[in-house]
C-alpha cells in the first residue's frame, strides 16, 4: 500500500500574517457585524447601521498605517525550490502598490457611504442589505490590489462585483431593475472571457501565481505559445470591463442613471480601482513576456477610450431628465482612458515602476473629486433634478455648494484652480512621452481640450443667473432647506482635500516617482 503520508507535515503549517491581511479583514468582519445586528435591531434603531458601517471601514484605512513601513508583508506562501518562500510564492503581498489601491477602495467605499447616509433614509431602502452589500464590495475591492495569483484575482473580482449588482437593483423604481439586468449579463459575459482566458494560461505556464506564470510563458513550448498569447488577451478583457474601457463601456451611462447616486459614484471610483489594480497586476507581472503586445494593445484601448468618452459627453443634452448623471458617466469613460495610458507606457518602460506610479496617482486625484462631484449632484438632487440645466444659477441658492462643484469639474478638466488635476495630467503626458508614445500623448492632449467644452459649460452655468420665479409665487418659497449633517460634511472633506493637494500636489505625486513594487 502506497502511503500518502508528508515526510515533514509541518512544512506545509504557516503562521497568517494577519496585519498584512487586516485592512480587508476589517471590512468583511463589519459586514457580516452589520449582516447580523440588522437581524436584531429594531426598526427605530437601524440608522446606527449606517454608522456602523462607517465605523468598519474608518478602522479599515487605519490598519493601512502599521504597513506603510519597512518592506512588504506577504501571506499564503508556497516553498520555493530551497525550502523557503518568497514573495514571487504568495498569494497575498501587502506591498506599496497594495497600500495605495486599497487606500483608494477603502477611502472611496468611506465617502460612498457617507454620501448613501441621506439617500437610504429618502428612497427607503432596506438598511441592512445597503450597508452589508457596501462593505462586501469594499472588502473584495480591497483584497484585489493584494492578490498575486489568478485564482485570488478573480474571487477578489467577483467578490467586489457580485453585491455591487444587487446595490444598484436596490432602486425600486423600475430603472434600478434594468440597470442591474445591464450590468450583470455584461459583467457575467466579461467574467465566463476572462476564466476561459486563465485556463489557457494555465494550461500554458502550469502555475496560477503571477510571478511564476511569467516564467513559464517565457519557457513556453512553441507549440502553446498561441495557446498562451489568446489567454492572455482573454484574461485582460474582465478587467477592461471593470475599467469601463471601449468596448466594455456600453453598461455605464445606464447602470449610473439607474443606481442610487452614491453607488454611482462608488462604482465611477473603487469599480474602477478595482479593475485598474488587476489590469496593472495581470500584464507587468503575470504577462511581462509579452509586454510590447498587451503595452501596443492598451496603448490603443486608451485613445479610444477617451476619445469615446469625451464624444459621449459633448453629445449630451442638459436639459434631459438625469442628464448630470450621465455627463459624469461618460466623463468617467473618458477619464479611464487617461488612467490607461501609464499602463501602456508600462509594456514600452524597462520596469513598470515609474508608468504604474503615475496611474495610481492620476487614480487618487480622480476619486476624490469625482466623488466630490457626485456628491454635489446628490445634494442638489434631492430638491431640484438631476439634469444640467438644474443646476443653472446654484451659486445663487447654494455658494458653497455652487463653488465645491466648480471646484471638482475644473479639477477633472485639468484647469487652475484645480491645480491637482493638472498636475495629474502632466504626469500622465510625461510616462507616455518617456515610454516612446508620442502619437497617444497627442491623441491625450486633444481629448483634453475637448473634455474643456463640457466641463467649461457645466461651471459657467452655476453662475448664472438664477431663473425667475413664476408669476404669482410667493417670494422665499423656493429657499433652499438645510443639507443633511452628513452630506455637508461629505461635501467639505472632499473639498478640502482637492483644495490641499492643490496647494501641496507633492501628498498624492510622489506615488508617481517611486516603485510600486
Known amino acids: 500500500m502506497t502511503s500518502l503520508a508528508v515526510a515533514n507535515p509541518g512544512s506545509l503549517i504557516q503562521s497568517v500574517d494577519w496585519v498584512a491581511l487586516a485592512p480587508p479583514l476589517i471590512a468583511a468582519v463589519a459586514a457580516l457585524a452589520v449582516l447580523v445586528t440588522d437581524l436584531f435591531l429594531p426598526e427605530r434603531h437601524k440608522k446606527w447601521l449606517g454608522r456602523l458601517a462607517a465605523a468598519g471601514l474608518a478602522l479599515a484605512l487605519i490598519a493601512l498605517l502599521p504597513l506603510t513601513g519597512g518592506s512588504p508583508r506577504a501571506t499564503f506562501c508556497v516553498q520555493n525550490v530551497a525550502g523557503g518562500t518568497d514573495n514571487a510564492g504568495c498569494s497575498y503581498v501587502a506591498d506599496h502598490f497594495a497600500l495605495v489601491f486599497q487606500l483608494l477602495a477603502l477611502g472611496g467605499a468611506l465617502i460612498a457611504a457617507l454620501l448613501s447616509a441621506h439617500t437610504v433614509d429618502d428612497e427607503k431602502l432596506p438598511r441592512g442589505e445597503y450597508w452589508f452589500l457596501l462593505l462586501s464590495s469594499a472588502t473584495g475591492a480591497a483584497l484585489l490590489p493584494a492578490s498575486r495569483d489568478l485564482a485570488t484575482l478573480v474571487i477578489a473580482l467577483e467578490v467586489a462585483s457580485l453585491p455591487a449588482f444587487a446595490l ?16 450583470f449579463v455584461s459583467s ?9 482566458g486563465i485556463g489557457f494560461v494555465y494550461a500554458a505556464s502550469g502555475s496560477l501565481h503571477l510571478g511564476a506564470v511569467a516564467q513559464g510563458l517565457e519557457h513556453a513550448p512553441a507549440q502553446l505559445r498561441p495557446l498562451a498569447e489568446a489567454g492572455a488577451v482573454l484574461t485582460l478583457v474582465g478587467f477592461a470591463f471593470k475599467v469601463a474601457a471601449v468596448p466594455f463601456h456600453f453598461w455605464v451611462p445606464d447602470t449610473y442613471t439607474g443606481a442610487p447616486l452614491p453607488v454611482a459614484g462608488y462604482l465611477s471610483v473603487v469599480g474602477k480601482a478595482a479593475g485598474l489594480s488587476g489590469l496593472a497586476l495581470a500584464t507587468t507581472i503575470a504577462f511581462r513576456p509579452y509586454a510590447h503586445t498587451w503595452g501596443l494593445a492598451l496603448a490603443v484601448l486608451a485613445a479610444v477610450t477617451m476619445t469615446v468618452g469625451n464624444v459621449g459627453a459633448l453629445r449630451q443634452r442638459f436639459d434631459t431628465r438625469y442628464s448630470a448623471v450621465r455627463l459624469l458617466a461618460w466623463s468617467s469613460v473618458g477619464q479611464a482612458g487617461y488612467l ?6 508600462a509594456g514600452y518602460a524597462p520596469t513598470g515602476s515609474d508608468p504604474l506610479g503615475a496611474t495610481a496617482a492620476y487614480a487618487l486625484i480622480y476619486g476624490v473629486v469625482n466623488l466630490g462631484a457626485f456628491g454635489v449632484v446628490a445634494a442638489v438632487g434631492r430638491r431640484a433634478g438631476t439634469s444640467v440645466d438644474d443646476f443653472r444659477g446654484l451659486f445663487a441658492r447654494r455658494r458653497w455648494t455652487a463653488l465645491a462643484l466648480a471646484f471638482f469639474l475644473l479639477c477633472l478638466a485639468g484647469l487652475p484652480p484645480g491645480v491637482i488635476g493638472l498636475f495629474g495630467k502632466v504626469v500622465v503626458f510625461r510616462a507616455a512621452v518617456d515610454a516612446g508614445l508620442g502619437w497617444l500623448a497627442v491623441v491625450m492632449a486633444v481629448n483634453v481640450v475637448v473634455a474643456l467644452y463640457y466641463y467649461l459649460r457645466w461651471t459657467a452655468g452655476l453662475f448664472a443667473p438664477a431663473a425667475e420665479q413664476p408669476a404669482g409665487a410667493t417670494p422665499g418659497a423656493g429657499a433652499e432647506p438645510r443639507l443633511p449633517a452628513t ?8 473639498a478640502s482635500v482637492a483644495v490641499v493637494l492643490s496647494v501641496a500636489p507633492q501628498l498624492v505625486l510622489q506615488v508617481a516617482g517611486g516603485s510600486l513594487f
Open 487 to 494: 452630506l455637508t460634511a461629505t461635501l467639505g472633506l472632499t
Open 340 to 345: 490607461l495610458v501609464p499602463l501602456a507606457a
Open 168 to 183: 444598484v437593483a436596490l432602486r425600486r423604481d423600475g430603472r434600478g431593475a434594468e440597470a442591474a439586468l445591464k450590468f
Open 188 to 196: 457575467v459575459t466579461a467574467t465566463a472571457v476572462m476564466l476561459l
